[in-house]
């Protein structure tokens, strides 16, 4: 713990968990998912969500998950089932397999609803559990409404939806009787996303450079065969392509780190606030050993890199609290067991994998 001032309390995230640990959580989770045809699937991601959340600590104290394996396989079988009703209609007739589709997606923010209420309602700190608080209509607003309206603007409003998202989700948590808030603004997202795009868009720019400068155009006047042809353009196909792939690679964890950090830093939990400094190089340092290192193991350091990853992330986090941080957890557990929030609602399926 690291004191800022008099009133302000610093406390980081601290994540304890082991790949030897994981590794044998992994393995087994693994083979009895196989072994059972997926139906395992479901106790694999309880044990997996135990595991992480009870080597997350906070101000001395961990986080807990109390997920029921048989509603996550419910929620499961929901899914499955509503993908295998649009599989067999697309066989039958495109318009069958439009409306199917259609439904779908006319259920799913409901589906998106209730699995955030069954994810907070399972996750607890010091004995007191989470709670989400948002409603359907929200949840059509922002998982529905602003995507398709994000449609015909070719990507346009897609920085808007990402915000809009993440003010559902952070400001209709709550823990005890506390609500979460969420302050990032709009502005923020566009940065993001333009500076991504302005990154991804130079090998756009070098090919019409090229095409203006007559590169691809006199090909055919440099003597070459066509086979030649075809491969010269073939060999400069793959380099633009080996280029994107390359910029993915290195654009991606500085997407995730700056999008991390901006939604952290701009949540709180009245009255404390969140601080994130995720740092891009050493997210990609992280995302390439851990790619290399699964490329290398066939798989088998999958656990590894998962703890790694999440590691990296959590303790990158800090709660920065205002006054008596364990006042207010009392507060929080008196408030609960006098209004008996807590437990207004169990919610029985949850559709994440």
């Given amino acids: ?14 994540f304890t968990g082991k790949g030897n640990e994981y590794f044998r959580i ?96 399972n996750s607890s700190y010091r004995g007191l559990r989470f709670r989400f608080a948002g409603d359907t209509g929200g949840a059509y607003r922002a998982f529905l409404l602003w995507p398709l309206l994000a449609c015909p603007t070719l990507g346009l409003l ?51 450079a090229l095409n203006g400068l007559g590169v691809f155009p006199t090909l055919g006047s440099t003597g070459l065969s066509n086979d030649q042809q075809i491969k010269v353009l073939g060999g400069l196909m793959i380099a633009f392509l080996g280029f994107y792939l390359l910029a993915f690679l290195f654009i991606g964890p500085w997407f995730a780190a700056r999008v991390q950090n901006l939604v952290w830093n701009n949540t709180s939990l ?35 890199a998962d703890i790694r990853l999440a590691k990296y992330r959590l303790e990158q986090i800090a709660l920065l609290a205002e006054g008596d941080f364990d006042a207010f957890i009392a507060d929080q557990t008196q408030s609960v067991s006098a209004t008996g929030e807590e437990m207004a609602e169990v919610f029985d399926f949850d559709i994440a994998f």
């Avoid at 419910?74 to 439904?103: E, P, Q, S």
């Fill in 1 to 14: 713990m690291i004191t800022e001032n008099s009133s302000t309390q610093t406390y980081p995230f601290v």
């Fill in 26 to 121: 992994w393995i087994v989770n693994l083979a009895l998912t196989i072994l059972t045809l997926g139906i395992y699937s479901a106790w694999a991601k309880v044990r997996r969500l135990q595991y992480f959340y009870r080597n997350t600590a906070l101000a001395g104290s961990n986080f807990d998950y109390h997920g029921d394996p048989k509603a996550i396989l419910k929620g499961r079988l929901i899914g499955v089932g509503l993908l295998a009703i649009y599989n067999v209609t697309a066989g039958l007739n495109v318009w069958i397999a439009l409306i199917a589709f259609a439904l779908s997606m006319a259920i799913f923010p409901w589906l998106l609803q209730r699995s955030l209420c069954f994810k907070l309602h």
């Fill in 158 to 208: 897609g920085p808007l939806v990402h915000q809009r998202m993440k003010a559902y989700q952070h400001n209709n948590s709550r823990y005890g009787v506390s609500p979460f808030g969420f302050h990032a603004p709009v502005g923020g997202f566009y940065r993001i996303y333009g500076k991504a795009l302005l990154m991804l868009g130079v090998p756009i720019v070098v090919g019409f």
């Fill in 270 to 304: 009245t009255p404390h606030r969140f601080a994130s400094h995720v740092s891009a190089r050493g997210l990609l340092a992280i995302y390439l050993t851990n790619f290399i290192g699964i490329l290398l193991t066939l798989g088998l350091f999958k656990p590894y």
